[in-house]
């Protein structure tokens, strides 16, 4: 089943050996998170909105780029609002675009378990969000867990 899943998504499987470990893999090691990544670029959304934007898959070229590279590394996604609206459905809208985004890195052929979402609602502005720009706070961004 999982390779007509693969060959329906375009996705490649592959299986990991681990040498000299008849046990099977070794324990993890311990996470580094990975900081100021440059080419990770935020998802943006319109306001009161959890669709994909239209140019999602290319704004996310880095995560993507980076997962294919690194595929023992996981990636958290974070979910944000700007603070038009109440804390607790802005954390809720947060958690949906965060989920959305999700959606798209498994499509792109990420497996879900190198995923985590999580919201931080209005709690983590970009910009201030009395400005006329906090349309840039509505967005999704990416934290890199590197796993030696």
């Known amino acids: 089943m999982l390779l007509a899943v693969a060959a329906l998504t375009g996705c490649q499987t592959t299986q990991t050996t681990h ?24 998802v943006l959304f319109e306001l009161d909105s959890a669709a994909v934007p239209e140019d999602a898959v290319a704004t996310m070229r880095g995560v993507l ?5 690194y595929p023992a590394d996981s ?29 798209v890195l498994v499509e792109q052929c990420v497996p879900e378990s190198r995923i985590t979402v999580v919201s931080r609602g209005e709690t983590a502005p970009v910009v201030p969000n009395d400005s006329e720009h906090r349309a840039r706070n509505r967005r999704v961004s990416f934290e890199l867990q590197r796993h030696h």
């Open 19 to 42: 040498a000299g470990s008849p046990d099977g893999p070794p324990p993890p090691l311990p996470i580094q998170k990975v900081h100021d990544e440059p080419a990770l670029a935020d």
């Open 65 to 69: 780029h980076w997962l294919k590279k």
């Open 75 to 103: 990636v958290t996604v974070v979910g944000h609002g700007c603070d038009l609206g109440n804390r607790r459905y802005n954390h809720a809208l947060g958690m949906k675009r965060a989920e959305t985004i999700r959606a």
